[in-house]
């Protein structure tokens, strides 16, 4: 071994092999670029191209929505929690106070206000397990949108085997079977709005649905 | 009255379904029944009696805009107001609903305000409430 090889084995090798890498890659390239124009697959990797953008930002919507539910879930128990606390130290406090001097107790009007402090409670904690039900919401959003992507994927590896089928060498000893067929993706809806940010064919909520139907009379 | 009315819930989703139907019943609407997609709605629209249906749009084998195609082209059904409640936010979609037939749309996600607010209308409306 000489000094050249162990101080940098890598560069003085890749600087040996260089062109020859280059012509092999630049071969390759050539050879991928005919077989998908053989095959005619060269407009959909363009489209692949634009999808995996839009893939990205529906996983990123997934994350932000499931993200957000969390939150507002834990939110509303440390909530409801809280008021339930209330009420059973409230609970306690009046109990002693009944033991101690019932006629007090009721005449001090300490058992009325009690009674009126579990009522609003109760009604407050309705209201969090209420919002608890409606975070779950993001479950059917979210679904959507999943099965948008993994469409997306599945559409990806189909193309790709049929790639590989097609340009395997006539003495591979493996003949890979054909791919299962796929489910077609159906762009007729569009399914959740990922992105309504400068998207004017888009309605951003609830109130922009009532002005739209508003102005055509409905 | 309110708590005689019949609701049918249509989403693919069960977790959908389940959520539109507490806020039904918190809001006095008692009777509710549900199905998983247009075709199933449909059998049960034409096996049963329902005084309202509240659709998603995005199902498989029959969707939202062909199950109210399918209930106001029905003589016995087209009384019946339909609600979509969506994630579809495409104004074509909104506006496409409502020329063919749909008492109202809300987009989700949405509360339980709107779904109240929207159904007590629908059934003013239709001289149900």
Known sequence: MNATQSNNPASAAGAAVSPDIHQSIGMLTRQLHDSLNGLGLTDKVKGWAGELPDAKSRLSYIARLTGEAAEKVLNRVDQAKAQHDHIAAETRRIGALIVKDPVAAVAKGHVMNFLTDVEESTRQVDQHLTEIMMAQDFHDLTGQVIAKVVNLAANIEEQLVQLLIQTAPPDAVVKASAPAPVAEYQPALAGPAVNTAGNPDVVTGQSEVDDLLASLGF | ?129
């Open chain 2, 1 to 129: 009255m309110a708590n005689e009315l019949r609701f049918l819930v249509v989403d693919d989703f069960s977790t959908m379904r389940r959520i539109v139907r507490n806020l039904l019943k918190e809001s006095g609407y008692t009777e509710a029944d549900e199905a998983e997609d247009g075709v199933a709605a449909l059998q049960k629209l034409r096996a049963s009696t329902f005084d309202f249906v509240v659709s998603d749009i995005n199902m498989p084998n029959m969707n939202g805009f062909q199950l109210l195609t399918e209930i106001k082209k029905d003589e016995k059904l087209k009384h019946i107001p339909v609600l979509m409640v969506t994630a579809e936010a495409r104004k074509e979609d909104i506006v496409l609903a409502a020329q063919s037939g749909a008492a109202g749309y809300i987009v989700k996600p949405f509360t339980k305000a709107t779904l109240e607010d929207k159904v007590n209308l629908i059934l003013a409306k239709a001289g149900l409430k």
